[in-house]
């Protein structure tokens, strides 16, 4: 079993959103103890915006790649390359704005890529990645689920799902900017569902 990591986070250390990530992560490697881990941090990794260099890149031919293209596109390549060879992905999800880190929607610009992550059929588009599993540590200063100010939870079902990662569970911690009992809360609640999660 290969396990992603994906931190999100542009607070590094001080995320909460990283450390639930990383006590979901400890807890599941401590159950399947055989299973191998793979972080992709977007502090170190950062992940650049889809612009018309990239594009242009993406729809040259191989052989007729600038040296740039060529580095631009075996980047996109090892992003995909690390999600296709996942078993389980792992993702810390902070809200920013009332939506997800604007470089996780980059990171889905450069591995939705027609005929390797996903096809165009005549009844719409299939996607690809198959028999995964993705755990969100969705972590939020206000309280957002099931509220039509929550953006992330239907975007990701709808992106994973448009890659053929159908199987996405959401683990929530909210209100963490307002007062320290709801925030304390919020902390609870979500590590007791890290841990019903992982033990089930």
């Given at each position: ?88 992905i792992v993702l810390g999800l ?7 880190p604007s470089m996780l929607s ?67 911690a909210e209100g963490l900017n ?23």
């Amino acid at each position: 079993m290969k396990i992603l990591q994906i931190k999100t986070s542009i607070l590094s250390q001080y995320s909460t959103s990283n450390q639930l990530s990383n006590e979901f992560v400890d807890q599941y490697m401590t159950k399947h103890s055989a299973a191998k881990l793979e972080i992709l941090d977007f502090e170190t990794t950062a992940i650049p915006h889809l612009d018309s260099k990239l594009l242009s890149a993406l729809s040259t031919d191989q052989s007729e790649r600038s040296n740039e293209q060529v580095k631009q596109v075996a980047f996109a390549d090892s992003l995909i390359e690390q999600l296709q060879d996942s078993d389980v992905i792992v993702l810390g999800l902070p809200m920013y704005n009332f939506n997800v880190p604007s470089m996780l929607s980059s990171y889905f610009d450069h591995v939705a890529r027609a005929g390797v992550t996903f096809n165009y059929t005549a009844t719409g588009p299939v996607g690809l990645l198959k028999n995964k599993k993705v755990y969100v540590m969705a972590t939020r200063g206000g309280i957002h689920r099931d509220l039509p100010s929550d953006t992330q939870t239907g975007y990701l079902t709808q992106i994973f799902g448009f890659l053929g990662i159908t199987d996405v569970e959401f683990i929530y911690a909210e209100g963490l900017n307002m007062d320290d009992s709801i925030k304390e809360q919020g902390l609870k609640q979500a590590r007791a569902a890290i841990t019903t999660t992982v033990a089930g």
